[in-house]
């Protein structure tokens, strides 16, 4: 079965300190893998997402991710966290094919940073 | 950016009354949007597929004739949780497909919180 696992429920950093946000997935060939928050009150927003290319991926408001193919992860990482990026994290994949659009979400990871 | 607005945020039923949940998109078209359910500290499973002007593909264990999708324009697809009893309480979240846009860039809706008594 394709799943998608975040193993943190939740994630404490102090302000300016480096956050990492795991997850690893297990999906039949070769997949896109997405970062998506989710701010109190509102709507899953897009992070960023890997495809094909290079292995660290950037995206929105200062967030990258590497891909490990032998490790089937895909990290999301920051290198100095803010007090605004306090929110809920889901790692998705989408199983690649006619299904892009087709999402297969984690269980989410809160991240709390703290000042 | 492409807004996805829903409607209701939140809504309080008896147990045994249907109750709808629009999702909107509300500068773009969309023929396809996906509906989900959030249950608490877990995942948003995905529960179908919504085409416009075509029938809604079920994802498994998901009743079609319990969850009603309606997708009956470029703009619109509802939800209609029909005799609702308390476990279907959740929060259930739509998103839709910018065509064009970005494969697996998908915007979300606000959510809409079910509490059914």
């Known amino acids: 079965a394709q799943s998608v696992a975040q193993p943190e429920d939740q994630v404490n950093v102090a302000e300016g300190n480096p956050l990492t946000v795991k997850c690893t997935y297990s999906v039949s060939g070769n997949p896109y893998l997405f970062w998506y928050v989710q701010y109190p009150n509102r709507g899953l927003q897009f992070l960023l997402k890997?495809?094909?290319?290079?292995?660290l991926v950037k995206g929105s408001y200062g967030f990258e991710a590497e891909f490990n193919k032998s490790q089937t992860s895909f990290h999301l990482k920051k290198p100095s966290a803010l007090v605004s990026d306090s929110a809920l994290y889901f790692c998705?994949?989408?199983?690649?094919?006619?299904?892009?659009?087709?999402?297969?979400f984690g269980a989410g990871t809160r991240l709390a940073v703290h000042p | 950016g492409a807004v996805v607005s829903q409607h209701p945020s939140w809504v309080i039923c008896k147990s045994g009354t249907s109750v709808k949940i629009e999702c909107r998109s509300l500068d773009f078209q969309a023929t396809t949007m996906f509906w989900y359910r959030q249950f608490p500290k877990q995942s948003l499973m995905l529960m179908a597929t919504?085409?416009?002007?075509?029938?809604?593909?079920?994802e498994q264990g998901v009743e079609k004739d319990k969850f009603l999708i309606n997708h009956a324009s470029l703009t619109l697809s509802t939800l209609t949780v029909t005799s609702a009893h308390p476990e279907d309480s959740s929060f259930y979240i739509c998103?839709?497909?910018?065509?064009?846009?970005?494969?697996?860039?998908?915007?979300f809706g606000e959510g809409s919180r079910l509490t059914v008594l």
């Open positions: 998103s839709a497909v910018l065509p064009g846009g970005p494969d697996g860039e998908l915007f």
């Open positions: 890997y495809i094909t290319g290079d292995n």
């Open positions: 998705a994949v989408s199983p690649g094919g006619s299904g892009y659009n087709k999402l297969i």
């Open positions: 919504s085409n416009e002007g075509s029938k809604a593909t079920y």
